[in-house]
């Protein structure tokens, strides 16, 4: 599903200082471990993989479709869950709007094990790329509830992607698959125990269940010896520097970020939605929507995606964000908007079951 780009623009300053990410490098390991075995190594110390990490798999959660922006080409990230990546601190919209403008340094952080892009097959048996994100499962279900968190969430998959993999990805053609948890097969994260220390460490208010979690890592980390490259890092003076011309890139978008926190106070206008049949098959979907407010079309943004209708027209508040049961033709839709009654008509033809 296609939609305009009224996703927040992740601010500099909040990735600099503010975020960090859990990279997934469990494969490069696991290659080292069975090479070791492969050379004729046999003594259990050797073999024996460390024990200063928890290999995990994660749980299914939604899959999201975008495009790369040089080459169009289709690009998947599951976002699934797991028990293992810690929760970032509890805030409310309100205190992640006070936090996205304000100038002031945050020690907000949303934990995340990104895994390398792979190559697997879509609906299509077309070849296509796909990586796994995974989260907390609580905060899963924020993002899940929340325009304003998921949207925020969504900035930031594209900055890691980019900063990771140089992945660069187009956020407002990112849609949410409704049938589809997850494309392929979810692969299994590595989560570093002094990782996970690390990032609860961070936060000015320990809940109950991390502070249960550190003393069950503590025993655990003092026990493991040998030295790992960390997922979690400190940025190196070079870094930052990229990243504070990002931030003043990114703040030129601002008024964007305003925008799309007033979004959480949205209202759903009047509608209609009816299926035009033919020999009791759909082959056209016809939806209405009543706006009062709207002077012309320029206060309309209309997207529609493969299951998905999107509306939005932020000057006046209104918000319309439905999935269907069907297959929409996106390139066949049409839209007209009546000054006169305050209406807007959408057609958008319907493929065929197969």
Known sequence: MARSANFLDADGSIIEQNLRFIKNEMEDELNQYF???KSGTTTSESLAPPRDYKIVQPKPGFCIKSFKTNTNEKFFINLCQTEEIPEPEDITEEQLADILQSEAPSSFRIPMSISDPRITKDKSNNSVDVCDIAINPRFFVKVQKSLLFKDFFLALIAEALNDKYNVQIKIEKSIILQNRKFIGSLVQHRVRNNDVKTVINSYKQISAADKKKLEELEQGISEVSGKHAPLVQE????????????????????????????????????YKLRAKLCEEVAEELLAEFYLPKCISSHDIKLDVGEDRILLESMKYGYMFDKFVNYRLNQERARAIFDKTNKMLQVRIPVYPVQ
């Open 235 to 270: 940025i190196d003076s070079n870094e930052v520097d990229v990243l504070k011309q990002k931030s003043q890139q990114l703040k030129q978008n601002s008024t964007k970020i305003k925008q799309a926190i007033s979004l959480a106070g949205s209202t759903e206008p009047e």
């Open 35 to 37: 090479s070791g075995a």
